[in-house]
């Protein structure tokens, strides 16, 4: 009994000093005990047990119920699953609004028609750098020039600005007229252009005779579900002109779907390996070519890169590499070794998220190695004739006289008793 009261008063004792430790800095001021932090004191482990869904929810509610302006509920939940995506450091798994969701989905299914001025839009600290200028279009016609920066749409800076909102700022009204303010080569004063904006319904891959040559130009802009139909009939209409050497261009070309690119490699391989795709449990799967497309190239085939080429389009180029079917001329590509897979919701809106890792066919990792500040250390598809395009205000791709890295691809042919 003795030992029992001797414990009971320890126990006693204990928690009179501990309420004294407690309250001492309120008695010390000559306040009263705060009660709200006694509170969370007590409740601490049962916020710990909170589930992930649990938490969000209860600072949802505090926030659109407590914030002191109205708040539109339906941006703090994107905003919530926005940084949800950046948290995990990977540029890669990103979320997309509704609208930006249907946007990509129709980039993939190459329902791309639209009005605008026909140019395509890649990220730049200023703005928005003009990846692609489609022939015939608006802004084509309007001067505006591969590799141009638009830092102001109708005269309103854009930097900082995400792209897809660039993109909506200069799409409009059929007939209407946009004014991009752009900065080009090193001249950092920017030119302001007028474009009459039109009806764009661009092809994903489209090819041309190089003017003096035999060599054909097939262009690559993506690699959606039309894309290795629109290749493959670009190849038979320059084989019926008589070309005697090709050249793929992929510079600037984002990637895409992966099926596609393997559709298209096809007709190049039979029965190979494109990639193997290592997953979180650690097992692999493999993709490989059809066994009975192959085309049969009896001429020289260039494919030309850049750092701006990605995904798929190092896939395609680096397959192409690997079985020594064509030989790669420019800069490194990007060096995106992961695979990503897209989760649709319910609400229109879709999370796209990394699944992977992928491996060539040589087993080489591609991914991209960057310093503390963004900037590119290594990675990426190594071209075998490195051929750098410069920042040159008179670089025009596609123009063997003002490209220098399609003028070494013809070159290349050449040499190989092609074109």
């Known amino acids: 009994m003795k030992s029992f009261l001797k414990v009971l008063a320890f126990i006693v004792g204990a928690v009179a000093f501990f309420c004294v430790g407690f309250t001492w800095k309120d008695i010390k001021n000559q306040e009263a005990p705060s009660a709200e932090s006694f509170q969370r004191l007590i409740s601490a482990e049962k916020r710990v047990q909170l589930t992930p869904t649990q938490l969000f929810k209860n600072h949802y509610t505090h926030i659109s119920s407590s914030y002191y302006r109205p708040v539109d509920v339906e941006q703090l939940k994107y905003a919530g699953m926005n940084g949800l995506m950046a948290s995990l450091g990977d540029p890669h798994t990103i979320f997309m609004e509704p609208r930006s969701a249907e946007e990509f989905s129709k980039d993939t299914r190459g329902e791309n028609e639209f009005v605008g001025v026909g140019a395509r839009l890649g990220r730049d600290p200023l703005g928005a750098k003009i990846m692609v200028v489609f022939s015939g279009g608006p802004a084509a016609l309007a001067g505006i020039k591969n590799g141009d920066v638009v830092a102001a749409v109708d005269g309103k800076p854009v930097g900082g600005v995400p792209v897809d909102e660039i993109v909506r700022k200069i799409r409009g009204k059929e007939g209407t007229v946009v004014t991009l303010d752009v900065i080009r080569g090193s001249n950092p004063k920017p030119i302001r252009i007028a474009i009459k904006r ?140 992961s695979v990503q897979n897209v989760f649709n919701l319910i609400d229109g809106s879709s999370a796209k998220i990394t699944i992977a890792r992928y491996y060539l066919p040589s087993g080489g990792d591609i991914s991209r190695k960057v310093d503390e500040e963004g900037q590119y250390l290594k990675g990426g598809l190594q071209p075998d004739v490195k051929v750098s395009l410069g920042t040159d205000d008179g670089i025009s791709l596609g123009d063997p006289k003002a490209d220098p890295q399609l003028a070494k691809a013809i070159e290349v042919i050449k040499g190989k008793g092609g074109g």
């Open 198 to 337: 039109g009806r764009i319904n661009p092809p994903t891959a489209d090819g041309v005779v190089i003017p003096g040559t035999k060599i054909g130009l097939v262009t690559v802009l993506q690699f959606s579900d039309p894309t290795p139909e629109q290749f493959e009939r670009a190849i038979h209409d320059l084989e019926e002109q008589g070309i005697k050497g090709l050249v793929i261009d992929l510079r600037n070309n984002p990637g895409g779907l992966l099926d596609r690119a393997t559709d298209m490699l096809s007709m190049f391989v039979a029965d190979k390996i494109v990639v193997k795709m290592r997953m979180k449990d650690g097992t692999e799967e493999v993709v490989r070519t059809a066994s009975d497309a192959v085309h049969g190239f009896k001429y020289p085939v260039i494919v030309l890169v850049n750092e701006d080429s990605a995904s798929a389009a190092e896939i395609f180029s680096g397959v192409l590499k690997d079985y020594k079917q064509a030989t790669i001329v420019g800069e490194h590509t990007y060096g995106k070794a």
